[in-house]
């Protein structure tokens, strides 16, 4: 009797170490406890024998006969290999490919690929007469470098339109948006469209109100927009999309401890890196701690930053424009997306960030006012926040401007 209990405690406490174990390298993401997601496949098989290979590149959805394929890029610079077993003809969209960017194709000549290009939307018809593959690949073709743009916490409303025209009219090659364009019902699908048809190509890092909103939403964010880890290059320079979106525990565990360990085995000689992320190490502002928040957390990710001699760090979060060092980084805060910067002051002061990469050098930033319209300040947010943080005044005030569209 006594030797069946022990090897029923056995079983159990093996179960229990299993599951322990499992979570522990895995993760567990709160609030809202649950379970890291799943990583990304790498590579799809349609229903008529084509496997496509991803990189740079995720894949949106298919239509309901798996003829017609949806996929965004997350990089300047991505490509796809595409295998067929037989002859076929296969039409697929690619969204957010670089201004200029051209295809190149390599395959056998059983493969004929033909594009069409709408913004930064590319049309694609291959086909295929015979078993064979064809590797698709986008290129710049400016080699040298060139700038991008930064900005985060715009929700997904008219002031997410005016910064994504705001960045048109700049020349920056992308823009590197630190997450929270979801802050009420229906952002979420109106930024996905506007991301969709940007004239810069946008990669995203995931924000808190995306991953978490009165509910998990962030399924919407893997499936439509990008990972919520992932690494690419430009130009020379290694930029790094982190998520800190809401918190780790372990810290060091999921894809975002998969992409360190990836990070920390790469030998690529790079003249500079940049990281960015949604929530920041410190909070710029007196007597605040808007900040990751984890338990152990902030240590754990500044030692693996340092080890990677990673010198600045983007972020958002708090909606403001500031710079600091914490602890051997410059952090810099770019979260002046709402522009509500420009209510308190009764003038246009928000910014956004420029970072110039040039090959065999280090980036440059510079801060560029955002310039918005005081017609575009529509964000439900701003009479909360008003409300919550600020005088009566200042809401009367935003009241009237917002009827009357000119500055008191």
């Not at 965004?72 to 290999?81: F, H």
């Not at 978490?212 to 430009?234: A, E």
């Not at 051997?328 to 420029?354: A, C, K, N, V």
């Amino acid at each position: 009797m006594s030797r069946k209990f022990t090897r029923r405690n056995f079983v159990m406490a093996s179960a229990i170490a299993g599951i322990g174990g499992y979570t522990y390298h895995r993760g567990l993401r709160y609030p809202r406890l649950n379970f890291e997601h799943l990583a990304y496949a790498n590579s799809v098989k349609l229903s008529q024998n084509v496997i496509v290979e991803m990189i740079d590149v995720i894949l949106i959805r298919p239509n309901d006969h798996n003829t017609y394929v949806s996929f965004r890029s997350i990089a300047p610079e991505p490509s796809l290999l595409l295998k067929s077993q037989l002859e076929n003809t296969l039409s697929l969209k690619v969204q957010n490919i670089a201004n200029g960017a051209i295809l190149n194709t390599v395959g056998s000549n059983t493969v004929e690929v033909h594009e069409s290009i709408n913004g930064l939307e590319r049309d694609i018809e291959i086909t295929f007469t015979g078993e064979s593959e064809v590797h698709l690949q986008w290129q710049l073709p400016e080699k040298n470098g060139g700038r991008f743009a930064v900005i985060g916490d715009t929700g997904g409303g008219s002031e997410l339109n005016w910064l994504l025209k705001r960045v048109a009219e700049l020349d920056v090659q992308f823009l590197l948006h630190l997450g929270d364009f979801n802050y009420s019902e229906g952002e979420y699908d109106r930024a996905i469209e506007q991301f969709k048809s940007s004239q810069k190509p946008c990669y995203v890092s995931i924000g808190n109100h995306d991953f978490n909103d009165s509910g998990l939403v962030y399924q919407k964010f893997i499936d439509q927009i990008g990972p919520m880890n992932h690494t690419f290059t430009f130009a020379g320079t290694r930029f790094v999309n982190l998520d800190s979106a809401v918190d780790f525990f372990p810290a060091s565990a999921g894809r975002r401890g998969d992409l360190f360990d990836k990070l920390n085995t790469d030998e690529n000689p790079y003249f500079d890196q940049v990281y960015f992320t949604h929530r920041p190490f410190q909070d710029p502002r007196d007597g605040r701690d808007h900040v990751i928040g984890g338990i152990g957390e902030i240590d754990w990710l500044n030692q693996k930053l340092q080890s990677l001699k990673c010198e600045n760090l983007l972020t958002g979060h708090v909606h403001k424009s500031a710079e600091l060092d914490y602890k051997g980084i410059h952090q810099w805060t770019i979260g002046e997306g709402l522009g509500f910067e420009d209510i308190i002051h009764q003038r246009q002061t928000s910014q956004l960030l420029i970072g110039t990469v040039e090959v065999g050098r280090k980036v440059s930033y510079q801060w560029m006012p955002i310039e918005m319209p005081w017609s575009y300040h529509t964000s439900p947010a701003h009479e909360i926040k008003l409300k919550l943080e600020h005088s009566t005044k200042k809401l009367e005030w935003y009241k009237q401007v917002m009827q009357s569209n000119t500055v008191i």
